[in-house]
């Protein structure tokens, strides 16, 4: 107990929730297999950053996290991971269609970046991943998806809820649910997408929320949208 405080404080971290799993200070705490350790360790990865060591093992143990530290800190790798478990724990994993894990990011860019990085440790698996965002083709993305569907899918909130009008996809098997930078989603006026796709995925889905900033209106939404969440923040101190 005094060795997990004193790490948090170390890392500047404040974590807020009951029974919550204790940070791991190694990638071998993580209790990952030789497949995805091998590309985590190819990417040259020597060690979890802050919000890694605490966020990994609060969703490996399944519970929802509303995760708030700044840009730049491995926020993506942080979620990927979990979810790459998540997917492959699967007992269903090879039958239907439609992605097992979705993210959503406020913009091409982020979504891009995000799909980027999901590609790469997915590798360690097989599994596979696709972006959705404006200012690119929907057909071409309708294509990608369209056959045989993909288990992690990235997309800006527009684009997604297109798509799924398109029956380019649907959210039936999400059941790992990832809202990026919803400090930004805000911002960029997607509050009603976002909600509104939230209300059309499986109530016992698991959520993870992240944000760089945490002003109320965020909070509001992270409340709604994640059931008896962890709240992780790193050197952030505000409301
Ligand atoms: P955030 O989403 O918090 O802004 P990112 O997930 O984009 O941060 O990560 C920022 C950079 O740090 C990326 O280039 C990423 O590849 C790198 N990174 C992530 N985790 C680690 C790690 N454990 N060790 C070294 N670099 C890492
Ligand atoms: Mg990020």
């Not at 399944?62 to 990927?80: H, L, N």
């Not at 993305?141 to 798509?163: A, H, N, S």
């Not at 960029?188 to 959520?207: A, K």
Request: hydrophobic share 40%; with cysteine; glycine share 8%.
């Amino acid at each position: 107990k005094e060795r997990v405080d004193q790490i948090r404080k170390e890392l500047d971290m404040h974590v807020s929730g009951a029974d919550v799993a204790k940070p791991c200070i190694s990638f071998a705490h993580f209790g990952f297999d030789e497949a995805l350790l091998d590309v985590i360790i190819k990417h040259g990865y020597s060690e979890p950053t802050g919000i890694q060591k605490q966020a990994v093992p609060i969703a490996l143990s399944g519970r929802d996290i509303i995760g708030i530290a700044k840009t730049g800190s491995g926020k993506t790798a942080a979620f990927i991971w979990p979810m790459l478990i998540h997917i492959m724990d699967q007992e269903e994993l090879s039958k239907g269609e439609g992605p097992i894990g979705l993210i959503l990011a406020p913009t091409r860019e982020l979504a891009s970046q995000i799909f980027t990085e999901a590609k790469k440790f997915a590798k360690a698996y097989g599994l596979r991943v696709a972006a959705v965002y404006g200012g690119a083709s929907k057909m071409d993305q309708f294509k990608e998806l369209r056959p045989g569907g993909v288990e992690i899918l990235v997309g800006t909130p527009g684009r997604l809820i297109d798509m799924v009008k398109m029956k380019a996809t649907n959210f039936r098997r999400v059941s790992f649910l990832v809202l990026d930078e919803a400090d930004r989603m805000f911002d960029l006026g997607f509050e009603p997408q976002v909600r509104s796709i939230c209300d059309n995925i499986r109530p016992d889905r698991q959520t993870l929320l992240f944000s760089a900033t945490f002003p109320k209106k965020v909070e509001a939404l992270a409340r709604e949208v994640t059931t008896e969440p962890v709240r992780i923040s790193i050197g952030y101190v505000g409301q």
